[in-house]
């Protein structure tokens, strides 16, 4: 993965970048259409290595990342200019298990969806509509600021 360049000064640590992303919410996903750029709201999920997306797969965006998996992912928060927090990640998305997820067993996506269902539904099930599946980013590049300290 590729260094932070610009802005150290107010980057935040790795731990500090770990616990932002388990934290938040929801992510902007930037992703290539025919059109032009598509950017869309997401819940998402951070497991420390790889940012996991569950998409619906008859979405515009997952028709982009078929085309071309190349995709930037926003996450931030902040309201007064010097309390914004945030974290970019470029990398691939690869689709992880079955599409659409009906819930057949698959180690590779136990423990995305062991948080995932602990943080939006606060249990340790998850729940199988038939219309979304995993997509998982490993970053290659991280880019992070936290203008609370400056």
């Known amino acids: 993965m ?3 360049r610009r802005g150290r000064k107010i980057a935040m640590s ?3 970048v770990d616990a932002f ?3 938040e919410r929801t992510c902007r996903v930037a992703t290539t259409s025919a059109d032009g750029p598509h950017l869309t709201p997401l819940w998402f999920v951070w497991d420390g290595q790889a940012l996991w997306l569950n998409s619906v797969v008859k979405s515009q965006r997952w028709t982009d ?3 071309d998996p190349r995709v930037a992912i926003v996450v931030d928060t902040g309201h ?3 309390e914004l927090r945030g974290v970019e990640i470029r990398g ?3 689709s992880v298990g079955e599409a659409p997820r009906v ?3 698959d180690p590779d996506l136990a423990t995305p969806e062991l948080l995932y269902a602990r943080k939006y539904a606060g249990r340790d099930e998850m729940h199988y509509d038939g219309r979304h599946a995993w997509l998982r980013v490993t970053p290659e590049k991280i880019t992070s600021w936290d203008f609370r300290k400056m």
């Open 21 to 23: 992303l388990t934290e």
């Open 65 to 67: 990342l078929e085309r």
């Open 92 to 94: 691939r998305a690869e």
């Open 80 to 82: 007064e200019f010097t």
């Open 14 to 16: 790795p731990a500090e």
């Open 2 to 4: 590729r260094d932070q």
């Open 103 to 105: 819930g057949t067993p």
